[in-house]
């Protein structure tokens, strides 16, 4: 008989991961290609980026002896109706793909969820509570003891959302620029900029926005590009310098907010314990705590008994127990700690 096993996807404006786990917690293949979000790249690159992490790991689960009971993915870009219109059929070819290389069981249940819920289930123990993650953009969900589920932001500047990398390096350049002619004070942002870029004045950032003028490799107005700043600001802060932990600061207490008007949407009250998983990239790396500190401390001034925590493992992790919750068998205790230890023993996914 073959042993019954999920699949878990992690597709993400940078990067995708892929793994695959027996029921009882055993890891049986992971894989790490590149970004996969459509809003994008569009739904065609979208598929191929996604197939060419996702097939490796099921001709693996296939030489493995292992049937697919259940798929799990979290995919940045799901955040409307309309939005799950053109991923929910393309996950499904997905998923027939994968089927004619391994077993799948009929009927096998697959669970779609933005990528922030991914955070939200890797860091608990029933993804009750709330999640904020801050990679090259921010987001915040959360999910009620009744299964009700809310997204607060995560779609975009313009709409007024933030909180990840390319928000932070924005508001970097900004004071470096203000400083540049007194509206603002010195800051190391501007020291770090120019070596960065290799040029010796902060007004030539300029000629990064001129077509032809950018190095080799460099997406001119990339939100991926922009957000190579954002490690500058921690280590300005952490040496100290005041712009940068300003910069910081304002940040988090932009996603505190996000995460209190989740926390109050789900249900919780100001005397509930409120489950907070902190993750993503910028949040998971950073080299000085003002920002985590922030969102925290924005959060508890609403709910007292915030429980906060950094991610430990890969949020593909989460897609894992959000496919073995939909498989409909009960999830083994310590089964979470010990298939994120095997995670994380693959290096970076």
């Not at 008989?1 to 999920?6: D, E, F, K």
């Not at 080299?287 to 925290?296: H, K, Q």
């Amino acid at each position: 008989m073959p042993v019954p096993a999920v699949i878990g996807i992690d597709a993400g404006n940078t990067k995708t991961a892929v793994a695959c786990a027996t029921l009882n917690g055993a890891l049986v293949a992971a894989v790490r290609g590149g970004r996969a979000n459509y809003q994008t790249t569009g739904p065609g690159p979208a598929l191929d980026a996604l197939l060419s992490s996702v097939l490796p790991v099921a001709d693996a689960a296939a030489a493995a002896g292992v049937e697919v009971v259940a798929f799990g993915a979290g995919l940045t870009g799901l955040d409307r109706p309309r939005d799950l219109a053109v991923l929910d059929p393309l996950c499904a070819d997905l998923a027939t793909r994968v089927a004619a290389r391994v077993p799948v069981a009929p009927g096998a249940p697959r669970v779609l969820r933005n990528d922030a819920f991914l955070v939200l289930r890797a860091g608990t123990d029933d993804g009750v509570g709330v999640a904020v993650s801050s990679g090259t953009g921010g987001n915040c969900v959360g999910q009620g003891g009744d299964g009700c589920r809310v997204q607060v932001g995560g779609l975009g500047w313009e709409l007024g959302d933030g909180g990840g990398a390319h928000d932070i390096a924005m508001s970097a350049l900004r004071a470096a620029g203000r400083a540049r002619d007194g509206r603002g004070p010195p800051t190391l942002l501007t020291d770090f900029i120019l070596a960065a870029l290799s040029i010796e004045r902060i007004e030539d950032v300029m000629d990064f926005a001129i077509p032809g003028n950018e190095p080799a490799g460099f997406e001119r107005s990339s939100p991926r590009e922009i957000a190579m700043f954002a490690p500058f600001v921690f280590e300005a802060a952490r040496q100290g310098d005041a712009v940068a932990h300003r910069v910081l600061a304002d940040t988090g207490r932009e996603l505190g907010l996000a995460a209190r008007v989740a926390a109050a949407k789900i249900g919780f009250g100001p005397g509930d314990p409120l489950p907070l998983v902190l993750g993503g990239s910028v949040l998971c790396h950073a080299a000085d705590p003002v920002f985590a500190d922030a969102i925290v401390g924005d959060v508890r001034s609403a709910f007292p008994r915030v429980r906060p925590a950094i991610l430990e493992h890969p949020p593909v992790l989460g897609a894992l127990l959000l496919a073995i919750d939909a498989s409909g068998e009960p999830l083994r205790p310590q089964v979470r700690d010990s298939l994120g230890r095997e995670l994380d023993e693959t290096g970076d996914l």
